[in-house]
């Protein structure tokens, strides 16, 4: 892995912990910290050791978007071509996380505006700080949203709602961000990265290969017919039946006591 500088990444106890670092700059997203987050959703996905993954960051600000300065350095001809690079390398990043069988569980401290909030989106399960806030803020500049946002945002909140949010960039306490169902769970301030990190810990313990089968299933769901979508579930549970994993749930289950998942 080449040296990282603006992200920390970590893998302890099965967790893989990936930490936005660049508190200077409300840990905007400029093209280096694309880069990164692809990298190290690469390695996440190929390492089988990594059986849950927890992203949050540094500083009081989760991620405060793009980072405008990069952007506005570029010159009016090469800014096209350059917000394709950083989404070229942030959509790879997001579509990796998606497609792993390892959970994803974001922690939102702070501000998560513009690809802040496509962040949050983006997770499995996501908690937040009780001083968290949300907002889209991409059309403010005169942008269109990025970083999965489009997609996850009208699954999770409906249409009606999703076009609010993208066309007047409402901020959202946490508590409203929670209501809409964009946040899992809201915590206080002092117990976030405790909270954080005890449910990735959790998750890393888990059955981990019928976690990627509920993961894949959840989001086929929306492109096929209930006839299809049955005949996913048949394929993945007779997959999943083939695993010790699943061989052990099932005697812990008959012999009354907690089951020891391997993810294998």
């Known amino acids: ?6 992200l920390k990444f970590a893998i302890a106890d099965n967790v893989a912990h990936i930490t936005l670092n660049r508190p200077e700059a409300a840990n905007a997203l400029n093209l280096e910290l694309a880069r990164e987050l692809e990298e ?3 390695l996440c996905d190929e390492n089988p050791a990594v059986r849950a993954v927890l992203l949050d ?17 570029q010159g009016d001809a090469e800014l096209p071509g350059h917000l394709k690079r950083v989404t070229f390398y942030l959509h790879k990043a ?4 998606a497609r792993m069988r390892a959970p994803v569980v974001i922690a939102v401290n702070g501000n998560a505006g513009g690809a802040g ?3 949050a989106l983006s997770g ?6 009780e001083s968290a806030r949300f907002t889209l803020a991409y059309s403010r ?4 949203p990025d970083g999965s946002s489009t997609y996850y945002l009208p699954r999770i909140v409906g249409m009606r709602r999703a076009l609010e949010l993208a066309l007047t960039n409402r901020t959202l306490s946490a508590r409203e961000a929670e209501a809409m169902g964009i946040v899992t769970r809201v915590v206080p301030d002092a117990e976030l990265n405790g909270e954080a990190q005890k449910l990735a810990r959790e998750l890393a313990q888990g059955a981990t ?3 990627g089968g509920i993961k894949r299933l959840m989001y086929a769901a929306a492109n096929t017919t209930l006839d299809e979508q049955m005949e996913l579930e048949t394929e993945y549970i007779a997959d999943c039946a083939r695993t010790a994993d699943a061989r052990e749930g099932i005697a812990a289950f008959l012999a009354k006591r907690a089951p020891k998942f391997t993810g294998r």
């Open 94 to 97: 997001l579509h990796r996380f």
């Open 117 to 119: 909030m496509s962040l």
């Open 40 to 42: 190290v959703s690469l």
């Open 1 to 6: 892995m080449s040296s990282l500088n603006c």
């Open 141 to 144: 500049v005169g942008l269109t």
């Open 209 to 211: 290969n019928a976690y």
């Open 124 to 129: 499995d399960l996501v908690l937040a700080a």
């Open 57 to 73: 960051a540094a500083g009081k600000l989760f991620c405060g978007g793009g980072d405008l300065k990069s952007f506005a350095a």
